[in-house]
């Protein structure tokens, strides 16, 4: 048994902070009291610390990195991701699974691996992810390539009635649910009746649905609307990926989007949403383009973009769906060692450099690596940023992947970020709401039992770290920094980090 001695307690559910001791037994926290004497209890000092919950990372894309048990997520405190998300999954796998590789890797950054089903991801994680507790959505744009490729547009009855079986096996064998990402080919061209057929497995299973939506952006209302539509036929429960309205043009939307979504769970869905506490998101630069056109996959997108005439209709709707402006996105991964140096350039600048438009540029770019580059995008405006994180509807999520180059600072800080930089020095929030939003609330939202609370029964995942001094050190332009202020991490009451 171990101890955590004169602690102050945050509990996970939002309510005050007590001093109290806390006795882990096993897996299991066996009692929480305002003093324990145990004779023989591994007696940790907790005096001058705060002992919360360990964290819940529900929204993450270290599906295949979680395998490694890295340290980057126990060193802010997680114990638990929830991966799978933006219809990017390890599983299921198809005739092909080279092609399933290719479409996710995109995301998840995991070189060769093959889980044939969900409950072979599902094995694996239990066997070989050490350093958290790890839950999977299923994701559409992987069900897809699975079963007919990179191919976009509705699928006939036949593939449909595959998909939706498909979906509902995963779920059977441990998926918690069911993503979307709408704005992915090839997601993008699926209709809204396949979008229901699928919803309503959820709905049978007594799932999760999250999704990535068609648009952040000129289309933030509308792709709103298509969700609550969805919850109502299907009659899921509905989760909006990483919510924000993306681009100075579209920041006055946020406001009515934040109403439309109060009103639909007024009206009777059961809708929330989860953000990260950054101004930049991060994701794959081809998301620039109309995702028509990378119908069949990177090599028909390299074959189509050869045609002179087809690359400047491609560029032409680039240019007038652009949300930000060219130097709102840094390149933060590149695969080839002769465009490395290009890592942490804007668009604006690479163009400058090279003489050409900024459009072209990124054509070029994404002809040279084959479509492997990502970016980081400078999307939102502070005052948006407060309001969604403080909403009651929030969870506050990391959305962080890893890259080849240089990753979002927020793979390696969010959460202390979000205790250290909002919470403490900021006061958008006390930190009893910042913990809950990252611990009871997410555990309840996604029904993970005994997760996210200090309680006698939860599970031992528990955080102790320094309130006074706890911040993220990662930065845009050098990352991969520990956060400062994290203590000790426990994961079902084994420790798994310790300063």
């Known amino acids: 048994m171990i101890l955590l001695k004169g602690g102050r307690v945050i509990d996970g559910s939002g309510s005050a902070a007590c001093m109290a001791d806390v006795l882990i037994d096993g897996a299991n926290i066996k009692a929480v009291e305002p003093s324990l004497q145990v004779a023989d209890a591994l007696q940790v000092d907790c005096t001058g610390l705060t002992v919360t919950p360990g964290f819940i990372d529900a929204h993450s894309h270290s599906d295949v990195k979680v395998l490694e048990s890295r340290l980057d997520k ?12 933006c219809g ?9 699974h080279s092609a399933v590789c290719d479409y996710a890797n995109g995301i998840l950054c995991g070189g060769a691996w093959h889980f044939h089903q969900a409950a072979d991801y599902v094995e694996s994680v239990r066997s070989q992810a050490t350093a958290a507790n790890v839950y999977s959505l299923t994701g ?51 209709p809204f009746e396949e979008l229901v057929r699928c919803c309503s497995v959820v709905t049978r299973r007594d799932s999760n649905y999250c999704t990535h939506m068609r648009s952040y952006s000129w289309d933030l209302l509308d792709s709103l609307e298509e969700q609550f539509r969805l919850a109502r036929a299907a009659g899921c429960r509905l989760q909006i990926s990483h919510f924000q309205a993306v681009g100075r043009a579209n920041w006055e939307k946020q406001a ?23 101004l930049a998101g991060s994701t794959v630069l081809q998301q620039l383009l109309p995702q028509a056109a990378l119908e069949g996959g990177a090599a028909s997108f390299l074959a189509r973009i050869a045609n002179a005439a087809t690359r400047r209709d491609i560029a032409r709707e680039a240019e007038a769906m652009l949300a930000q402006t060219w130097d709102d ?19 604006a600048e690479i163009a400058k450099q090279r003489g050409t438009a900024p459009v072209e540029t990124v054509i070029d770019l994404l002809i040279e690596e084959e479509t492997d580059v990502k970016m980081i995008s400078f999307n939102q405006s ?5 309001v969604t994180l403080t909403h009651p509807l929030a969870t506050i999520i990391s959305d962080g992947f890893y890259v080849h180059g240089r990753p979002h600072p927020r793979l390696f800080g969010t959460f202390p970020e979000l205790l250290g930089k909002y919470a403490r020095d900021r006061q958008w929030m006390t930190l009893e709401e910042a913990v809950h939003k990252v611990t009871g609330k997410p555990a309840a939202r996604f029904r993970l039992k005994g997760r996210g609370a200090i309680a006698p029964g939860a599970f031992a995942d528990i955080a102790v770290f320094d309130a006074a001094t706890i911040a993220a050190r990662s930065t845009y332009s050098d990352p991969e920094q520990p956060s400062a202020g994290m203590v000790q991490v426990f994961r079902e009451g084994r420790e798994i980090f310790h300063a």
């Open 74 to 85: 126990p060193r802010q405190g997680v114990t638990t991701e929830i991966v799978g998300n």
């Open 88 to 96: 990017f999954s390890a599983f299921p796998g198809g005739p092909d």
């Open 140 to 190: 559409h744009g992987t069900l897809r390539v699975a079963h007919t490729g990179m191919r976009q547009g509705a699928l006939d009855a036949r593939e449909l009635d595959a998909l939706a079986d498909a979906l509902d096996e995963a779920i059977g064998g441990g998926s918690i649910g069911f993503s979307t990402g709408l704005m992915y080919a090839p997601g993008s061209g699926a």
């Open 256 to 278: 009515q989007a934040l109403e439309r979504i109060e009103e639909a769970r007024h009206s009777g869905v059961d809708v929330e949403f989860d953000c990260y506490p950054y």
């Open 329 to 347: 996105i840094m390149i933060s991964g590149v695969a080839s060692a002769a465009n490395q140096p290009l890592v942490g350039m804007t668009i």
């Open 382 to 386: 502070e005052e948006n940023l407060r």
